[in-house]
């Protein structure tokens, strides 16, 4: 569980515009404070134990004990241990302790590492016979200093792209693509894995934002954290929010869960080219109906504290189609989804002759309630996405070598072809 304490959290003004951007109707989020928290502070040489009040401000306070006392679920507030405790799944423990011991080999330190893809739920531990490569992400502080420890440790998961050193490595792991880099097809413990490396704030900053979605799109499915990080917790679950908020803004009155998790395993393939050529076309309806509890204990908490969602009995929700409900679930997009979508617009009414409010509140309404509001996701979602998807394929020809890129593009060329059968 994490505790609130000074060496492990981040600063306080971190924490109070989280819980504004999770719950607050009062303010529009869409600033550039919001849009990159703060570094945390340095570790401290000793624990010393704070009481998690002082981590708010009194506004912060009197806002979460009203939250409290709506019995809203201790997972989704921000001064609760609890807080962010969904986003922890279960799998089999032989598998669990096997991957830790994965991410225990890298002298270079991970602040934050989880493991995904569909072979880390199997229900036992890692098949050697068939030896299927293992998906991991590792945040790290410093990508230079990292690559750096990384290449004297394991010159052999690189290309030659080592030659141009850590800091080239580091540049092109920022500068191209969606921020990470990737190091496929290596074996540690007897485990074939892929490893990618980002930068904390740029993981932060997507988690938040959706700058590319890469990573953000990643993490509204299932993943199995092993290494954890206050600042990535409380960023992620403003992501697993907003993915829950961009569903209910393109699904029906009434939906059930399979429909949402749906919704939200689709968010970040919507413009990937790989959908088209590489993936199997029934990734997304695979991925929710083989870990249905797992997309369960994620976002549960989270529509059930939604005030504009009811929970039916036939095991169906509805929610309320109120404009000012949905205005405000405009007015809380990602930042980057923000922008393009009020840029959709504004350019469809430009077209249509459509007046539009001066009033920010009557804007979002009007978004919300408009028939093309599907229609400005979609393209918003593509023109985030489809970039950052291609030029980050493109980079891992160049970082995984020639060979081991061909390995991997055949693998998923196999299964795009056996999924279309």
């Not at 892929?194 to 990643?218: E, F, H, M, P």
């Not at 028939?371 to 979609?378: G, R, V």
């Amino acid at each position: 569980m994490l505790k609130l304490i000074p060496h492990t959290v981040v600063r306080r003004t971190q924490v109070v515009a989280v819980s504004h951007r999770l719950y607050s109707t009062a303010q529009d989020p869409h600033t550039k404070s919001s849009a990159s928290p703060p570094p945390p502070p340095p570790p401290s040489s000793h624990h010393t134990s704070t009481k998690p009040p002082s981590l708010f401000n009194d506004e912060t306070r009197a806002h979460l004990e009203r939250l409290r006392q709506h019995h809203f679920h201790a997972s989704n507030l921000p001064d609760s241990p609890d807080f962010g405790i969904n986003q922890y799944l279960n799998i089999n423990e032989e598998l669990r302790q096997q991957l830790k011991d994965v991410v225990a080999q890298f002298h270079a330190p991970v602040r934050y590492a989880f493991a995904y893809g569909s072979g880390v739920f199997r229900q036992s531990g890692y098949d050697e016979k068939s030896k299927p490569m293992m998906d991991f992400i590792f945040g790290v502080s410093h990508p230079g200093h990292w690559h750096s420890l990384n290449m004297q440790q394991n010159p052999h998961h690189y290309s030659s792209l080592r030659l141009l050193g850590s800091n080239t490595v580091s540049k092109i792991q920022d500068d191209v693509g969606a921020g990470v880099y990737f190091n496929p097809y290596v074996e540690i413990n007897g485990i074939v894995i892929k490893y990618g490396v980002v930068s904390i704030d740029k993981l932060c900053r997507d988690l938040i934002d959706w700058d590319t979605l890469y990573l953000a799109g990643r993490m509204h499915k299932p993943v199995k954290i092993l290494r954890d990080d206050a600042r990535v917790r409380l960023a992620n679950q403003v992501n697993l929010t907003e993915a829950v908020r961009v569903a209910l803004l393109t699904l029906p009155e009434r939906f059930n869960e399979v429909e949402l998790y749906e919704k939200i395993a689709g968010i970040s393939y919507v413009g990937d080219f790989r959908m088209v050529v590489g993936e199997n076309p029934n990734k997304v309806q695979n991925i929710v109906h083989s870990q249905l509890d797992h997309f369960h204990r994620l976002y549960f908490s989270l529509l059930d504290d939604l005030p504009n969602v009811a929970v039916l009995n036939d095991g169906y929700f509805q929610q309320n189609q109120n404009p000012k409900f949905r205005g405000l679930m405009v007015q809380k997009l990602p930042r980057t989804l923000y922008d393009h979508v009020l840029h959709q617009h504004r350019t469809f009414a430009s077209k249509h002759k459509l007046d539009l409010p001066f009033n920010k509140s009557e804007m979002y309404q009007q978004i919300a309630a408009s028939p093309e509001l599907p229609m400005y996701m979609d393209k918003s979602l593509r023109s985030i996405i489809t970039r950052p998807a291609l030029t980050q394929s493109v980079k891992g020809i160049f970082t995984a070598g020639v060979l081991k890129s061909t390995r991997y593009a055949s693998a998923k060329l196999g299964k795009w072809i056996k999924g279309g059968k």
